[in-house]
């Protein structure tokens, strides 16, 4: 007996010793990486953009009336993790839902993660730019075009300034940092263009020469970017942290016309969803679509709106009671969530 337990004790140590080495993320003592070429993609947390983050609204809404909301229009993310092992990899691949992609997906091999992180960052900020166009534009609102940075050493430097307001460009009143590009993008290098704009209460014409486009000599370079902001004291800003990427845009854009409108735009019930949008109020197709409608559904969410272009990604699943409609405008959407309300037929992702 005592030689028996001798025996699987000692003949243990090897694959303890394996589990551990297959568990390292490097060689011990070398910077020599011991990870896999996958990611893991699966479920993320979802927030609802009615709701409360930090004791903060996700969607803030200042210098004006807001309308009181109910109920869920929830966003989702997708949740991914890098720089796994074998035996990390393969838990994930056989005790979760999530799916195991090659790291250039991700991550493209000219980019570093954190290039990555701060590029989904940039996204991000301009989701949310489009997703106040948007909503105003549907609700029919006055729009201005602010200058959020000036680039050092470009003609618009020391002509414009961060804060700025343009009214107009080349003589043409303008109401979307879309439109202001269009103007711009519509002469050449070496061009006189006028920029009228309010700085600081007075309104101000400037005459700026144009330069070569650094990455493309042919298109003209002012050197300004632009959001596009409601006239007036009113103000959206939105309040979440460490999330990147465009697809919150469509349900930023609703959360918008919510408080900006009376009544209840979800009628109360529980809504999520995904996609990009424009400023046209234009939805876009997204990444990891199954993930985020198997969330909602595991949370019991009764309504999901899906980008349409997002629909051939989902055909063949089951999602339980949940019903998944096609969007393709913002419009779409609030008509979608009358229907549902309503008991109407729906543009079901079939």
């Not at 309308?67 to 991914?80: A, E, R």
């Not at 590029?119 to 106040?132: G, K, M, R, Y």
């Not at 199954?290 to 595991?298: F, I, M, S, T």
Request: proline share 5%; with cysteine; net charge negative.
């Amino acid at each position: 007996m005592n030689r028996r337990f001798t025996t699987l004790t000692f003949g243990a140590i090897p694959v303890f010793a394996l589990a551990a080495l297959v568990n390292l993320d490097h060689i011990p003592g070398t910077n020599i990486a011991l990870t896999v070429p996958y990611a893991a993609e699966g479920p993320g947390p979802m927030f609802n953009t009615l709701g409360k983050v930090n004791d903060v609204d996700v969607v803030q809404i200042t210098g004006t009336d807001v309308d009181h909301t109910s109920g869920n229009l929830n966003m989702t993310t997708v949740s991914v993790r890098t720089n796994m092992t074998l035996v990390q990899a393969i838990s994930r691949w056989l005790l979760t839902s999530d799916n195991l992609v090659p790291i250039d997906q991700v991550i493209p091999q000219n980019k570093t993660e954190e290039e990555v992180n701060q590029l989904n960052q940039q996204a991000f900020l301009s989701s949310e730019s489009s997703a106040t166009t948007a909503a105003l534009r549907y609700l029919k609102k006055p729009l201005e075009v602010e200058i959020a940075e000036v680039v050092a050493g470009s003609p618009a430097d020391g002509s414009l300034s961060a804060g700025d307001r343009i009214v107009s460009i080349a003589g043409e009143k303008v109401d979307s940092g879309g439109h202001a590009q269009k103007i711009v993008r519509s002469k050449k290098p070496g061009d006189d263009i006028t920029v009228t704009v309010r700085h600081q209460g007075t309104t101000e014409e400037k005459t700026i020469t144009l330069a070569e486009h650094p990455s493309d000599k042919k298109l003209p370079f002012l050197g300004i970017s632009m959001t596009t902001v409601p006239t007036g004291d009113i103000t959206v800003k939105y309040n979440l942290e460490d999330v990147g990427g465009p697809s919150a845009g469509m349900m930023f854009a609703l959360a918008v016309i919510d408080k900006l409108s009376p009544g209840q735009l979800n009628h109360g019930k529980y809504v999520v969803g995904t996609g990009t949008i424009d400023d046209d109020g234009n939805v876009g197709h997204i990444g990891g679509i199954e993930h985020k409608a198997r969330a909602a559904a595991d949370d019991n969410a009764e309504l999901f709106l899906a980008p349409k272009d997002n629909c051939a990604d989902l055909r063949g699943k089951d999602f339980g009671a949940m019903k998944i409609v096609s969007v393709a405008t913002l419009e779409d959407a609030v008509t979608q969530m009358d229907n549902y309300a309503a008991g109407k037929d729906l543009h079901l992702c079939e």
